[in-house]
T-cell receptor
Framework: DAGVIQSPRHEVTEMGQEVTLRCKPISGHNSLFWYRQTMMRGLELLIYFNNNVPIDDSGMPEDRFSAKMPNASFSTLKIQPSEPRDSAVYFC?????????????FGDGTRLSIL | QKEVEQDPGPLSVPEGAIVSLNCTYSNSAFQYFMWYRQYSRKGPELLMYTYSSGNKEDGRFTAQVDKSSKYISLFIRDSQPSDSATYLCAMGAGTDKLIFGTGTRLQVFP
């Protein structure tokens, strides 16, 4: 049974470049979450979708960040333009139900470095 | 003050020791309490889930919730080197988002 799949696993790019992170949730899961993890701030929720619709994007740091979920099996998180302070590990998670408090299944993350 | 506080560690213990990991929180409305384990360069995985107060046991792991003190704990008995990981507490209320602690890094040495 495939888990949450994220790509790429690592991304190194220069400041100002556009970065696109991808996520495939577990088949049949209705909710999808994007998190950012840093040593200082821990795991922070950026945005979550329910049935492909964005429900809460209050954690998105600024307009440079955008997320889409065009269908139930795919989501993207885009940063444009990227800045060094965006360097972090970005995780995608999904749950079978619609409650934000349900146990979440995480992917292995994308380690992003902005030079 | 953060909503959820967790000592970052690292916590280093010998194999076979009993480990106690803790989190405190400030929001008395929290009802859902979880512990996630995160191995290096991997995503967090759910370890324990508790609703409201009380204890829950699963093998070598016991989760405790004390809502009166706003304090939750995870105990690991007979710790093993394979338990070496970062442990994150997480909690939430109603339909609000899950709030994670920053994690405690645990190392169990043989």
């Amino acid at each position: 049974d495939a888990g949450v799949i994220q790509s790429p696993r690592h991304e190194v790019t220069e400041m100002g470049q556009e970065v696109t992170l991808r996520c495939k949730p577990i088949s049949g899961h209705n909710s999808l979450f994007w998190y950012r993890q840093t040593m200082m701030r821990g795991l922070e929720l950026l945005i979550y979708f329910n049935n492909n619709v964005p429900i809460d994007d209050s954690g998105m740091p600024e307009d440079r960040f955008s997320a889409k979920m065009p269908n139930a099996s795919f989501s993207t998180l885009k940063i444009q333009p990227s800045e060094p302070r965006d360097s972090a590990v970005y995780f995608c998670a999904s749950t079978p139900g619609t409650g934000v408090n349900q146990p979440q299944h995480f992917g292995d993350g994308t380690r992003l470095s902005i030079l | 003050q953060k909503e959820v506080e967790q000592d970052p560690g690292p916590l280093s213990v010998p194999e076979g020791a009993i480990v106690s990991l803790n989190c405190t929180y400030s929001n008395s409305a929290f009802q859902y309490f979880m512990w996630y384990r995160q191995y290096s360069r991997k995503g967090p995985e759910l370890l324990m889930y508790t609703y409201s107060s009380g204890n829950k046991e699963d093998g070598r792991f016991t989760a405790q919730v004390d809502k009166s003190s706003k304090y939750i704990s995870l105990f690991i008995r007979d710790s093993q080197p394979s338990d070496s990981a970062t442990y994150l507490c997480a909690m939430g209320a109603g339909t609000d988002k899950l709030i994670f602690g920053t994690g405690t890094r645990l190392q169990v040495f043989p």
